[in-house]
């Protein structure tokens, strides 16, 4: 990957977390980022069906990197990675599978 920043993000997010949530994230993106009282909801709506965080920051980040993404107009990109990476597809292939379920979403929606 070219792109150092959305490597930084796709990183800071977790490739999982793209994967899982990047589809989810774009469809909900202009309430996420204009409203804090829903974008709070969302981040511990995340973190309690996860569980991967030790905290609400850890999820806080992931959420925000999504939204860095989505906002630099990378998210088909970030999803392509996650969908053509090989450590991901073996250890996360619930998060590939919602990859190409968000990327079909995304390609449908532009040919309207």
Do not use: C
């Amino acid at each position: 990957m070219q792109d150092k920043t959305l490597k930084r993000n796709i990183e800071s997010a977790g490739g999982w977390f793209v994967g899982e949530y990047g589809g989810l994230i774009m469809n909900k993106f202009n309430e996420l980022e204009n409203d804090k009282d829903v974008k709070n909801e969302f981040v511990r709506d995340v973190f309690h069906s996860q569980g991967r965080d030790k905290d609400y920051g850890g999820t806080r980040t992931r959420v925000n990197a999504v939204i860095r993404i989505i906002k630099s107009n990378k998210l088909i990109e970030a999803l392509e990675y996650i969908i053509e990476s090989d450590r991901i597809n073996k250890e996360e292939p619930k998060a590939v599978r919602m990859a190409k379920e968000a990327l079909r979403e995304i390609k449908s929606k532009q040919t309207i």
